[in-house]
C-alpha cells in the first residue's frame, strides 16, 4: 500500500471489534517506532504495552476514552523525567559499541548533549522530550496504517494518575500521550465512514519563491 | 519498499548534494503532511516552503544548520500562534462542507472543541500546537523517505528571528521547527556511512501482561 493511501485509510478509530492484534504486527509497529528520529536521536522514552486487562480497567477510571479497556492494545509513550548525566553515559556508551568506536571520539557529541540537555528545567525537559515522542506517535500511526492495523491517538487522560498506578514515578518515566491499537467495530463505529477532513492545500501551504 | 526498510534508510542528513527534489515527490510530501493525525483534526499548523535562496540566506544567520542553505527545499513547520473563534469557526464549516452535513450538527464537537482550546493560555497553546507538528514531522520524515528523499529535521535555530523574516506573526503563526529535503552528498557527508543507533527493544518497551 502506498503511503498516501495508507494515511487515507487510517482515522480515529472509536469503537474496536474484540479482534487481537496478531504479535508480529505488534512487533513491527514496535520496531518502527523504535526506528522514529529524535533530537541527538537519543529517543528520551519508552512504550509501555498494557495488554492486562485489570490495569486497563484501572486506567479507563482516568480517561474519557473506551479505547483503553476495549482495543486490543494500549501503548503508553512515557518520556525520561528528567536526563541524567548517566542517561548521557549510557547513550554514549551505546553508540561507541555499536559503531565499534573508542568512546573519546565522542567527546564534542558527549559535551553538546552534556550542555543542551542538562541544563533542561523540569518544565523544558517534559516539553522537549514529549515532542520527541510525538515523532514516535507520528511512526506508530503510520506503522499500524500500514499493518492495516486501526488506531487511536489520544491526549485525553489523567497522566498523573497514570503514572501511579503504572508504577512510572520509580521509573524515570511520565506518561504523556496514548495510542490504542486493534480492529475497528465497523458496524458500530460511525467515524469508520466519515470523510477524512483536512484543511484545503491553499490555506496549509505557504511557498516562498 | 516497506516501512521499516524506508526508516532504516532515512538518516539526519548533514550534507546535501546540490540536486533538486522534483515537484512530484515534493506534492507527495506535503500531501502526506496534510494527512497527518491531529487533535480535534484540526491540524494548527501550516507547512511553508522556502525555496528562494535570498530568504534561506538569511535564515542562516539564525541557526548553524548549513543544510537551511545547502538543500533542495526548506520546509518551516508553524503552528497557529492562538486559536480564535473564528479558527474554529472555519473549521466547523469545512467539516460540515467537506461531509455535508448541516453546521447545527457539529454543535457538540463545536463546544467541546471551544472549551478546549479557547482557555488555553499562550504558553499551553503553544506547546499544544506544537505536539501536533510533531506528528507531522514524524509522517514528513516517512513520507520524504517514502520518495527516496534524504531528510534532515532540525530544532537548532532562533524562531523569532524566523518568524520576523518570515511575516510569520501578521500571519497568526510562529515556527517551531524546520524539515530541510534534498539529496545526500554521500561522498561528504560522514554521517550517510554510520550505523543507525537505537535503544535496544529491552530498554525500550516495557509490556504489562
Redo the contacts between chains.
Sequence with gaps: ME??ET??W?Y?TKKYSSKKVADDKLE?I???I????S?F?M?PY???????PE?RKKLSAYSSNPQITEASHLLVFAVFDSIKQDTIKRYIE??AK??ELPTESLKVFKERALNGLLLKSEDENL?WT???A??????G???AA?EKVDAT?M?GFDAGHFDEL?GLKE?GLKSV?LLALGYRDEVNDSNAR??????P?E???????
Excluded at 519508552?46 to 492486562?52: Q, S, T
Excluded at 466519515?194 to 484543511?199: E, H, I, Q, S
Excluded at 490555506?203 to 519563491?209: E, L, Q, W
Design positions: 503511503l498516501i494515511l487515507q487510517r480515529a513491527r514496535i520496531t518502527a523504535n526506528l522514529s528520529a533530537s536521536g529517543q519508552k512504550i509501555l504495552i498494557i495488554e492486562n490495569v551505546l553508540i555499536e559503531r516539553i514529549t515532542k520527541q510525538y515523532i514516535a506517535l507520528g511512526t500511526l503510520i506503522a500500514a491517538p491526549e503504572l521509573k500521550v466519515l470523510k477524512k477532513v483536512r484543511w492545500k490555506d496549509f501551504v505557504i511557498t516562498i519563491k
